[in-house]
C-alpha cells in the first residue's frame, strides 16, 4: 500500500494538470453569471453559445476557414512531404542529416520572429490577408512533422517485401503503389492528422498574415479573451479541443511503435 501511494499521487497529479483547465473551460462554457467570491457560477446556461452561433458573431465564418485552411495545409504538407520523406528515407543522399535539421529550424527559431519576418515579405509580395497565405505560413510548421513522420513511415516498411515484388516482375512504380504506399499509409495518415492539428491551432501565424482579413478560431478566441469575454472564449476552445482529442486517439492507432521508433533515424 505504501509503493503504491506516489505512483498514486502522481497520477493524481498529472490528471489535475490534465483535467484542471479543460473542467475551468467546461465552466465557463456553461456560466452565465460568476461574480466573486463565488466558488461556482450563480447562474448557468446556454445564452452565450446562442451568441456563439449568431450569424454576425463570425464564429461559424471562423470553424470554416480553420477547416478550409486546415485541409489546405494538409494537403500542399504532404504533397511536398511524401516524394520527401521517401528520398530520405530509402535514397542515399549526401548530408541527409542536415537535410533533416533543417526542417526543425523552424521550430528552433522563435515563432514570433519568424512570422513577424514573414508577415512583412508576404505584405510586399500581396500576400497578406489571404487564404493562401496563411496557408503557406502554416505549411511551413506543419512540414517539420510531415517530413519526418512521412520519412519514418517509409523507413518502416520492410525492404524484403518490395523486393520479392521486384522479382514477380512489377515495375518500380507498381511496386510504390502496390506494397510500399499501402505498408505506409498508418504513418501517412498519423503525419496528416499532425499537420490538420498543427493548422487549426495555429495563432500567431494567422495573427501576422491572415488578420484582420483571415479570421479563424484561435483569432477569435484570442480576441474574446483580451475583450474578457470569458464565456466566448471557453466556448471557442472547447470547439478546438474536441477534434484534437479525437484525433489524437486516432493517431495512437496509426502510428505504430516500429514507426515512432524510426522517427528521426
Known amino acids: 500500500m505504501v509503493k503504491l501511494l506516489p505512483r498514486a499521487l502522481l497520477l493524481a497529479l498529472v490528471g489535475f494538470l490534465i483535467l484542471g483547465p479543460i473542467s475551468n473551460i467546461l465552466i465557463w462554457a456553461f456560466a452565465e453569471q460568476w461574480f466573486f467570491p463565488a466558488k461556482l457560477p450563480t447562474e448557468w446556461g446556454f445564452k452565450f ?16 476557414n480553420s477547416v478550409v485552411i486546415a485541409l489546405l495545409t494538409v494537403g500542399v504538407s504532404m504533397l511536398l512531404a511524401v516524394p520527401a520523406g521517401y528520398a530520405l528515407a530509402r535514397r542515399r543522399m549526401p548530408l541527409r542529416a542536415l537535410v533533416m535539421l533543417l526542417f526543425l529550424l523552424p521550430q528552433a527559431i522563435p515563432a514570433v520572429a519568424v512570422h513577424q519576418s514573414i508577415g512583412q515579405i508576404f505584405y510586399q509580395i500581396g500576400l497578406n490577408g489571404t487564404i493562401p497565405g496563411v496557408v503557406l505560413v502554416h505549411t511551413l510548421q506543419g512540414l517539420v512533422f510531415a517530413v519526418w513522420i512521412t520519412s519514418a513511415a517509409f523507413a518502416a516498411v520492410d525492404r524484403d517485401l518490395e523486393a520479392a515484388a521486384r522479382d514477380l516482375g512489377a515495375a518500380p512504380f507498381k511496386v510504390f503503389t502496390s506494397v510500399t504506399l499501402p505498408l505506409a499509409l498508418p504513418g501517412l495518415i498519423a503525419s496528416a492528422i499532425f499537420v490538420f492539428l498543427g493548422s487549426i491551432d495555429e495563432f500567431t501565424g494567422t495573427f501576422f498574415v491572415g488578420v484582420p482579413d483571415v479570421q479563424t478560431l484561435p483569432i477569435l478566441l484570442y480576441t474574446a479573451a483580451m475583450q474578457g469575454n470569458y464565456q466566448i472564449a471557453s466556448i471557442t476552445s472547447i470547439f478546438l479541443l474536441a477534434p484534437s482529442l479525437l484525433f489524437m486517439v486516432i493517431v495512437e492507432r496509426f502510428l ?5 521508433g524510426k522517427i528521426g533515424t
Open 49 to 64: 453559445w446562442e451568441r456563439v452561433f449568431r450569424p454576425r458573431a463570425g464564429a461559424m465564418d471562423a470553424m470554416i
Open 256 to 260: 505504430k511503435a516500429d514507426v515512432a
